[in-house]
């Protein structure tokens, strides 16, 4: 355990390449030099959805625990919930080196990482090593799953995906928004959003617990036109998936970003994505009448932020940039600061406070 300030730390981190100081934040959760704080336990901020308990509704994103290693570390750091992936069937390193950029001033940062991952194998047996363990965190633990990049047949990636992790799995997310995998955005148009849940269905029927399946979630781009977002709203709806991951990293930049920054490829995230992805949510959550259960994500890097997403229609959130410029103190941080802002407007669960920004 080191309960180091992240203050302290932050300027060593920052001095390194931005993937290198993750491999280092990664290396120390890995072997327990991380810290722990005093979760928020407080019934006004339990989320119950898809039959599953979340002790608190801020998540880590997917991205950040890429391997699935640091399970038992991330839930002791107070998140209610953590995604790990994306996994792809088979180990592949993504692209060439230097891939993720920081820019400090806008607190965000821009990825085209590719999905580098160790593969199924050893992202199974690392889920399995945690859930084997005695005197877990409390927590929920979402697996995010991908396609490899030399897959022509994605549906055969993600079933063997499910096939495989059926029995691990609080949830799954399916990722077809990542802007770095060449052809994974198309998965988003209707014939092959479609026939792609129409195969996962089958396949979780078959490989998952019948009386408990795992619910299946689709994280979207922020990238989407308004008729876009209407044909993939009445699709997810046709097609019976079980709730939405909103959002992925943007292709858009902002006139604001820092020049050299902003002329990197790939995915923007952090505080510019901020708006983008509250007006999607807002937008799905009226769209799919409020009943489609939404995992706000985007910029978030405080309670108000947080609670934004949710009085748009989130009734989950989830964080990856701003721990980069603000340290894992934020999960504690956000949770209080959610109290205060329930308080503040006179709600006594954190459920009533979803979607209240519209009239439905
Ligand atoms: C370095 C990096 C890697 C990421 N990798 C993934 C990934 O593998 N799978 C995924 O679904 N999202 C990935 N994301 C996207 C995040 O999960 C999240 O949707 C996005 O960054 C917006 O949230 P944020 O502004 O809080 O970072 C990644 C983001 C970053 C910054």
Redesign the pocket.
């Known amino acids: 355990m080191l309960n180091l300030p992240f203050k302290v730390i932050k300027p060593a981190l920052h001095a390194l390449d931005p993937e290198k100081a993750h491999m280092v934040t990664m290396s120390a959760l890995k072997n327990g030099l991380h810290p722990t704080f005093k979760a928020i336990n407080d019934p006004r901020l339990q989320v119950t959805l898809w039959n599953r308990n979340f002790p608190n509704p801020v998540g880590l994103?997917?991205?950040f625990d890429?391997n699935a290693e640091a399970i038992e570390a991330i839930l002791k750091m107070g998140f209610g919930f953590t995604e790990v992936?994306?996994v792809t069937p088979k180990s592949q390193d993504g692209n060439p080196r230097p891939r993720?950029f920081r820019d400090p001033i806008n607190e965000a940062?821009i990825?085209r990482?590719g999905?580098p991952n160790k593969g199924l194998d050893v992202f199974k047996a690392n889920v399995m090593t945690y859930f084997k363990k005695a005197n877990r965190p409390h927590g929920i633990v979402g697996l995010?799953i991908g396609m490899n990049k030399d897959q022509t047949e994605p549906a055969n990636d993600y079933c063997a995906l499910i096939e495989s992790l059926g029995q691990l799995a609080d949830y799954f997310?399916i990722?077809i928004s990542?802007p770095n995998t060449p052809g994974l955005r198309n998965l988003q148009q209707r014939d092959n959003l479609l026939a792609l849940i129409g195969r996962i269905h089958e396949q979780r029927a078959k490989s998952c617990d019948q009386d408990d399946p795992p619910p299946i979630l689709i994280?979207l781009a922020p990238d989407l036109d308004e008729t876009q977002q209407n044909e993939i709203a009445q699709t997810v709806i046709e097609a019976g998936v079980d709730g939405l991951v909103l959002?992925?990293?943007t292709l858009e930049r902002p006139d604001y970003l820092s020049t050299g920054f902003k002329d990197e490829m790939g995915?923007l995230?952090?505080m510019p994505?901020r708006d983008k992805s509250t007006q999607i949510i807002g937008n799905f959550y009226k769209l799919t009448h409020g009943r489609m259960p939404i995992i706000g994500?985007?910029?978030?890097s405080n309670g108000a932020d947080a609670y934004e997403k949710i009085k748009a229609g989130a009734s989950l959130i989830?964080?990856?940039?701003?721990l980069v410029y603000h340290g894992p103190e934020l999960a504690v941080k956000i949770c209080k600061d959610l109290l205060d802002l329930l308080e503040k407007d006179g709600f006594d669960h954190i459920s009533k406070a979803v979607g209240t920004a519209h009239k439905l």
Request: aromatic share 6%; proline share 0%.
């Open positions: 994103a997917a991205g890429k992936g994306t993720v940062v990825n990482m999905f995010n997310t990722n990542s994280k959002t992925n990293t995915g995230s952090g994505v994500i985007g910029g978030i989830q964080l990856y940039s701003a």
